[in-house]
């Protein structure tokens, strides 16, 4: 597979503020949040290196500072890494456009984009292959959902070939939606206006099947989420520890949970359902930890319950409190006998007094 594609670089798009994921991205881009014991975009980068990219830009522009520190050069992923940052946010197109200053392939090369907050599953080197063997302009990754209608539909004829960009409707034409992984071929990208705010999907894309150009489509239905809500975030890192998607950077073997180095789970706590634990973090006698991440330094006290949420750095859980399907912020504490549920957002150092939230009617 490697072989196939030994010189092939990547733009991955990570400027976005993540406004969906507040308060989780208050203080932290979404790709680097961390997912299953690592950051984000840890998985993409160690799946793209599976596949025989060797080179990656970042598009950066939110807390793009944050990224470089992360990743260095990328040496540690057996990658070569650059960083462009945009001043003000371009769009997609305009992403992809200044982030193409640091490529090195000739026009005619085949470019991998890949989005920074999707979790695939798919045969990246397969859809290269299409992409070169078709002489395409733009190949797109196409995924089959169950429910259309939340997003916009692409839909292909025979051959594969894309025939538009539909908007969300409530009687879409096909259940095959824009998978947010795309091969460009080099020349195509250097024809984006450069330095203007362009959107591949309103603007890009249908100009190119306008005047006639091949934008292929390449449709599978393997894994494929994309990241962007609480809920989807915390489902994303627990497939990855359940090892219903598997990743070369998961820091362990798949199981009910990971635990990083430093963490304390007592064996009288009962942790399962593909929780990550982080460093330092730590999860007393009687404490019930289902299907979340838990950031470093966390406390989950005696009796406390966290299912299917997410909570943040140096976040503590007193006794008897119950996180369900939530969202605690860095450094907040939840006081004894709150119960949080339905996606409710605790901003990053408040402290809830005990039994200041409740949803039962008991004292």
Not at 179 to 203: K, L, M, N, Q
Not at 251 to 274: H, T
């Amino acid at each position: 597979m490697e072989s196939s594609l030994p010189d092939l670089e990547a733009i991955l798009l990570v400027g976005g503020q993540g406004t969906r994921l507040r308060p989780l991205t208050l203080g932290t881009p979404k790709p680097l949040l961390p997912t299953a014991g690592v950051p984000f975009l840890a998985h993409q980068l160690a799946r793209a290196r599976s596949f025989g990219v060797r080179r990656i830009v970042f598009a950066t522009s939110y807390k793009a500072s944050m990224f470089e520190p992360a990743f260095g050069d990328g040496s540690a992923f057996g990658l070569s890494l650059e960083y462009m940052t945009e001043e003000t946010p371009l769009g997609t197109g305009g992403a992809i456009r200044n982030a193409a200053e640091a490529l090195t392939c000739g026009p005619s090369d085949p470019v991998l984009v890949l989005n920074g907050d999707i979790l695939s599953g798919h045969d990246i080197g397969d859809q290269v292959r299409t992409h070169v063997s078709r002489g395409a302009s733009v190949t797109l990754h196409l995924t089959e959902v169950d429910d259309p209608t939340r997003f916009g539909c692409v839909p292909t004829d025979d051959e594969g070939r894309v025939t538009a960009f539909l908007e969300k409707t409530p009687n879409p034409v096909t259940n095959r939606i824009n998978a947010g992984c795309y091969v460009f071929t080099r020349s195509v990208i250097d024809r984006i206006p450069r330095g203007e705010v362009v959107s591949v999907e309103r603007e890009t894309f249908p100009g190119l099947i306008e005047s006639g150009e091949l934008v292929l489509g390449y449709a599978d239905r393997t894994y494929w989420l994309d990241v962007g809500t609480p809920a989807a975030f915390v489902q994303g890192s627990r497939d990855l520890v359940l090892g219903r998607l598997a990743s070369p950077a998961l820091p362990g073997p798949p199981g009910e949970y990971l635990a990083l180095d430093g963490a304390l789970v007592s064996p009288e706590a009962k942790v399962n359902g593909g929780s990550a634990i982080g460093a330092g973090t730590v999860v007393e006698a009687g404490a019930v930890v289902s299907g979340s991440v838990l950031s470093d330094g966390c406390v989950v006290h005696s009796g406390a319950t966290v299912v299917d949420s997410a909570v943040g750095q140096g976040a503590r859980v007193c006794s008897g409190a119950v996180v369900r399907d939530a969202v605690i912020g860095d450094g907040a504490v939840v006081g004894a006998g709150n119960e949080l549920q339905h996606g409710v957002r605790v901003w990053p150092n408040v402290e809830l007094p005990e039994r200041a939230v409740r949803y039962s009617t008991d004292v």
